[in-house]
Antibody, heavy 118, light 109 residues
C-alpha cells in the first residue's frame, strides 16, 4: 500500500510562492511510475497541475505552466511543488498522487489546504 | 487540450436502484478515461480506468463503458456509501495532459 502525505504552509500571501512537499512511503519514487499533483478549490472540481516522471521529465498544465515547478528528491523519497505569484484563485486543497498506466491516479494523499490571503 | 463534460450535474436516485452517469469528450480520446468517486472531506478514489477496467478492490456493481467521445459509468443497486460526487478524467497522449470533468453529484432521492 503506497502512502503519500502532503505538507507545507497553510497560508500564503498573494504574489508569494507556494511550496509543498509530498512524502512517499513504502515505494521508491525512483523505481518507476509517474507522480502528479492535483488541486481542488473549495467546493469546486479537480484540476491537474502537473506530473513528474521517474526519469526526471515533467509535464505541466498549460494554464499553470509559466508558474509551476515539480521536482523530486529521491534521497528523501519526496516530491515538491512550487507555484509562484499566487493569487486568491490558487486557494485549494492540493493533492499528490501516484499515476498508473501513465495517467490515472490510483493512490492519493489526504490533501492539504492552502489559502492565499494577506 | 481535450475537454470533458459530465451530465447530469446532479442525479437523485433511491437506494437499491441503478444510476447512469455520462461523460463526453470534446474529441476522441480512445479509451483514455477514468472515473473517480469523492466523498466530502476525502481524496478521490479511482474506480474505473481505461474506460472499463475496475481498479483494485472496486465492487462489481461499478462498471464503465464507452470509447471515442462518449462514456458511461453505471452503478447497479446503489448502496448508501455510493452517494458521493463522481468525476471523469481523460488524458491526452501528446502533448501529455489531464483534464477532469466538472463532476456529477449522486444524491439520495
Amino acid at each position: 500500500q503506497v502512502q503519500l502525505q502532503e505538507s507545507g504552509p497553510g497560508l500564503v500571501k498573494p504574489s508569494e510562492t507556494l511550496s509543498l512537499t509530498c512524502a512517499v512511503s513504502t515505494y521508491s519514487i525512483s523505481s518507476g511510475y509517474y507522480w502528479g499533483w492535483v488541486r481542488q478549490p473549495p467546493g469546486k472540481g479537480l484540476e491537474w497541475i502537473g506530473s513528474y516522471f521517474h526519469s526526471g521529465f515533467t509535464y505541466y498544465s498549460p494554464s499553470l505552466e509559466s508558474r509551476v515547478t515539480i521536482s523530486a528528491d529521491t534521497s528523501k523519497n519526496h516530491l515538491s511543488l512550487r507555484l509562484t505569484s499566487v493569487t486568491a484563485a490558487d486557494t485549494a486543497v492540493y493533492y499528490c498522487a501516484r499515476q498508473i498506466t501513465g495517467w490515472y491516479f490510483d493512490y492519493w494523499g489526504q490533501g492539504t489546504l492552502v489559502t492565499v490571503s494577506s | 487540450e481535450t475537454e470533458v463534460t459530465q451530465s447530469p450535474a446532479t442525479l437523485s436516485v433511491s437506494p437499491g436502484e441503478g444510476a447512469t452517469l455520462s461523460c463526453r469528450a470534446s474529441q476522441s480520446v480512445g479509451d483514455n478515461i477514468a472515473w473517480y468517486q469523492q466523498k466530502r472531506g476525502q481524496a478521490p478514489r479511482l474506480l474505473i480506468y481505461s474506460a472499463s477496467t475496475r481498479a483494485t478492490g472496486i465492487p462489481a456493481r461499478f462498471s464503465g463503458s464507452g470509447s471515442g467521445t462518449e462514456f458511461t459509468l453505471t452503478i447497479s443497486s446503489l448502496q448508501s456509501e455510493d452517494f458521493a460526487v463522481y468525476y471523469c478524467q481523460q488524458y491526452d497522449n501528446w502533448p501529455p495532459g489531464v483534464t477532469f470533468g466538472q463532476g456529477t453529484r449522486l444524491e439520495i432521492k
